[in-house]
């Protein structure tokens, strides 16, 4: 394979074609496909998705793609999720009650407000927003050479509550709270927003997946 050979993970709920093109602007060759074994082969993986967690969560056990995916990142394949890809990473999602994520990184997905959070706000984030970074010896190699003022754009009603602190990557405020937008653990990586559609900043996030 192609040293920069990226699998963009085909479960009939992503943004494929600008992740592809994206991914090809910065020197990546993507493949999309719902290959098992081209997943389960890949090099590194993107896991794009816009829609309802259950829905996805659904597909990607009936499918075998979830258990390609985890096998894929049981042998230290980079994988990063994108807005529902990420939300898919983590043990559980409570939209429609709740359903069974990849359990790839450790915690639940939540509406962005609870019931009595919502004066003011609405339930659905969305906009260009700048990220927050826990304080640390140095921000993760995702968002290496990013500046703190650049934004990413945004569009989702449930966010990711990642057991361990140490698993935040990155947060945006959303009234009186942060959200968490970036999360990982080990080579399994995840961002809320959509680098596809945030421009030089969103493809430099994309340039640092594929060169780790």
């Not at 290959?35 to 890949?42: E, F, K, Y």
């Not at 709740?98 to 990184?105: D, Q, R, T, V």
């Not at 945004?154 to 698993?167: I, L, T, Y």
């Not at 990982?184 to 996030?205: C, I, T």
């Amino acid at each position: 394979m192609a040293r920069n050979n990226t699998v963009i993970v085909d479960y009939g709920l992503g943004n494929l074609r600008s992740v592809a093109a994206a991914t090809a602007e910065i020197g990546g060759q993507p493949e999309v496909t719902a290959d098992l074994d081209a997943i389960r082969r890949a090099e590194r993986i993107i896991l794009p998705g816009v829609g309802a967690f259950p829905l996805a969560a659904q597909y990607l056990e009936t499918s075998g793609i979830g258990s390609a995916i985890t096998t894929a990142a049981g042998r230290g394949v980079p994988i990063l999720g994108i807005c529902l890809g990420m939300q898919l990473l983590f043990d559980r999602g409570n939209e429609f009650g709740w359903s069974n994520g990849l359990g790839l990184i450790r915690g639940d997905v939540l509406p962005v407000l609870r019931t009595d959070e919502g004066e003011g706000l609405r339930g659905t984030h969305i906009g260009w927003r700048s990220l927050g970074f826990p304080p640390s010896e140095g921000r993760a190699p995702l968002f290496t050479g990013l500046k703190a003022d650049d934004s990413y754009y945004f569009v989702h009603s449930f966010s990711a509550n990642p057991s361990d602190d140490r698993s935040v990557l990155a947060t945006v405020s959303y009234g009186t709270k942060d959200l968490v937008v970036s999360a990982g653990e080990a080579n399994v990586m995840g961002v809320q927003f959509h680098p596809e559609k945030s421009g030089s900043a969103g493809l430099r996030l994309l340039r640092n997946f594929i060169d780790i």
